[in-house]
């Protein structure tokens, strides 16, 4: 089964960017449709965006226009190009893998958005 490990989350000012990173074990990455899901304090988990393996993405609304979800099958791993950052945006980042129904999540990394 896949695991995944997410990086490049951290503190920064409004309007700032961010890349967030999600590295993939296992074999067949490239069958998975990865996602990216935030979950800020007292609020639900919810999508950010999502990537199939055939390429094909879609965006939380909150995150249209601003967010830029990736995949570099070769090196297994996942990107979110996080533009325009508000504070709304603060939250815990999840890497998601979904294939046949089976999901898995990574660990989830920080994301703080503060003057």
């Known amino acids: 089964q896949v695991q995944l490990v997410e990086s490049g989350g951290g503190l920064v000012q409004p309007g700032g960017s961010l890349r967030l990173s999600c590295a993939a074990s296992?074999?067949?990455?490239?069958?998975?449709?990865m996602g990216w899901y935030r979950q800020a304090p007292g609020k639900q988990r919810e999508l950010v965006a999502y990537i199939t393996s055939g390429g094909n993405t879609n965006y939380g609304d909150a995150v249209k226009g601003r967010f830029t979800i990736s995949r570099d099958n070769a090196r297994n791993t996942v990107y979110l190009q996080m533009n325009y950052l508000k504070y709304e945006d603060t939250a815990v980042y999840y890497c998601?893998?979904?294939?046949?129904?089976?999901?898995?999540w990574g660990q989830g990394t920080q994301v703080t958005v503060s003057s």
């Open positions: 998601n893998a979904l294939k046949l129904g089976l999901e898995r």
């Open positions: 296992g074999s067949a990455f490239n069958s998975y449709t």
